[in-house]
């Protein structure tokens, strides 16, 4: 199959094998049974929705949303090397009440004047969504508006104001939308003594990160 309208994993339990990379013009919804992207690690293209009730067997293969307007990923998903960019505003809804999962590459991203708006498909749930930080594993996430996103259980999401044009649309965890550093001396008795050394601990965005400074 290169290129249909729209898809159904069917309603059996069976396997479904690509042999060639699927380009889907509409909907993809697996049903039941499994979608396996191949020993290939063929791309799926997807202009439409995804819904998964079923097994998605990601591998190494690649997962772009490429549709126009606004799409939707419902249910629970591990992807590996997933992607939606846009040049128009758009928005991308992730299920309240599932679970996407990024073991790849992860790139989402909009252009200046033109936000990829992250939303939950239920206004003040956040969505959970889950990247994993091993090494060699990227993340590329610039121009993005994010709201009632829970990044928990994987490694910080990073979506900075300043430099990449990010806005915190409230109700986000485990996301980096600023950054920048401390300078200055620490007392222990309201400005007489001076500590040499220290340990830090600062909250951004309800993550914890303690860092031990020597301070003059």
Known sequence: ???IASSTVGSSTGTYVLGSAL?????LHIRSGTLDVSASNYAINLAGNFWNQ???????GTFIL??????????????????KT???ASKLFFDYSGRQSFSGALTLQGANGNLLSLRSTRGNNAARIIFDGDAGITQTIDHVNVQDSNATGGATLVCLIGSEGCVDGLRNTNWAFNSGSLAGRVFSDEGVTALGSVTVALDLNGTRNDTTVALP
Do not use: W
């Not at 380009?23 to 909907?27: E, K, L, S, T, Y």
């Open 66 to 83: 490429d549709g126009s307007g606004n799409q939707t990923v419902s249910g629970s998903t591990v992807f590996y090397n997933f992607t």
């Open 54 to 60: 079923g097994t998605f067997t990601r591998r190494a």
């Open 1 to 3: 199959i290169l290129q």
């Open 23 to 27: 380009d889907v013009n509409g909907n």
């Open 86 to 88: 846009v040049a128009s």
